[in-house]
């Protein structure tokens, strides 16, 4: 693998590595090629994930401008290696084995820009949604209320048009730019992302959100925007379990019934295996009650989707994006 070691700081790590594999410490950082972004192997991405559990990524890289960002999908691209992309980590269940490839992870490609001129406010996508929506709220700024309980970052939130209390993202999005695999970047627009039910055309895309940007309403007393925002957040905590790590709402709700009420009835709230459990204020919730292993959730995500599609002959989807190897789940 062809990696940086130009700089001085390259120079002293590697020097450092002879002295450390002595000690039995990990290996240094590398860089990647022209750059000063740290590429690290056999991360662990369970301190990366809400839900706690994980293993390592083969190749672990944070980029901090779109400069590293193209760097990191080149040196991807010319090692052959399959590109992982990480925002909160808040909508992910990651294998046990961990995850092959190079994962990239987002949450430091921060950056707000508030135009109260448009009312339009553009966000970089490792900017959490709901620090967005307090920091509008503060402003007087309408319409990002919603996203106040959301855990998860803003390119997250476009690419699964994340939303609550009857809002979504789709609702407030002007435009969107992503970085494609070839390094150059696009503009989209909503009527390019054909947006559904948490759902867009840039799921399971190779494409990249580098930041998007939203049409707000400025002028409002900050008073009541802030104390209608507060309320979104109490009522996600009265209904929700926020107690214990979580990934959120595991499954798509169907129509009719939301699939915590289909959960519910069959009687599985409380359902248990090793360290994960239905939680019993939200059956919609799988929480990790300590120790738990991601095959513990895998295994009770696949069995509710058997004990529902037995009871109510419906197929429950799942709203958490599975990643890794889980055959010996």
């Keep these: 693998m062809t990696l940086s070691h130009e700089s001085k700081s390259v120079k ?31 991360v662990s991405l369970a301190s990366l994930t809400s839900f706690r559990v994980g293993g390592p990524a083969e190749w672990y890289v944070a980029p901090r401008c779109i400069e590293d960002l193209q760097a990191s999908y080149q040196w991807a691209r010319s090692e052959g290696l399959s590109l992982t992309l990480l925002g909160a980590g808040s909508n992910l269940l990651v294998s046990d084995c961990g995850l092959p490839g190079l994962v990239l992870g987002t949450r430091h490609l921060r950056h707000t820009k508030f ?91 190779s494409r990249l959100v580098t930041q998007a940007t939203f049409q707000l309403q400025p002028g409002a007393d900050p008073v009541q925007v802030l104390a209608t925002t507060t309320n979104h957040l109490e009522q996600r905590k009265r209904s929700q379990p926020y107690h214990l790590p979580s990934c959120g709402s595991v499954f798509r709700n169907p129509t009719p019934h939301p699939a915590a009420w289909l959960i519910e009835q069959i009687g599985l709230k409380g359902y248990t ?55 010996l789940a």
């Design 12 to 42: 002293c790590a590697t020097s450092s590595f002879t002295k450390r594999k002595n000690s039995l410490f990990s290996p240094p950082e590398l860089y990647l090629p022209g750059t000063q972004c740290a590429l690290r192997s056999q």
């Design 115 to 205: 135009d109260p001129e448009t009312g339009r406010v553009t966000v970089g996508t490792g900017e959490p949604i709901a620090r967005l929506a307090w920091q509008a709220a503060e402003r007087g700024w309408q319409g990002m209320e919603w996203a106040v309980g959301i855990p998860g970052t803003i390119g997250g939130a476009v690419v699964m048009n994340a939303g609550a209390h009857q809002s979504c993202t789709a609702n407030i999005l002007v435009e969107v730019q992503v970085l494609c695999a070839d390094g150059t970047t696009q503009t989209l627009t909503p009527q390019d992302l054909g947006f559904s039910y948490r759902s867009s055309l840039l799921q399971g895309d």
């Design 273 to 327: 295996i090793g360290g994960a459990q239905v939680a019993e204020r939200h059956a919609n919730f799988i929480l990790n009650c300590g120790g738990a292993k991601a095959s513990d959730i895998f295994q009770i995500i696949r069995h509710v989707q058997q004990q529902v599609e037995q009871h109510w002959s419906l197929s429950l989807e799942t709203e958490v994006k599975i990643l890794g190897d889980f055959q």
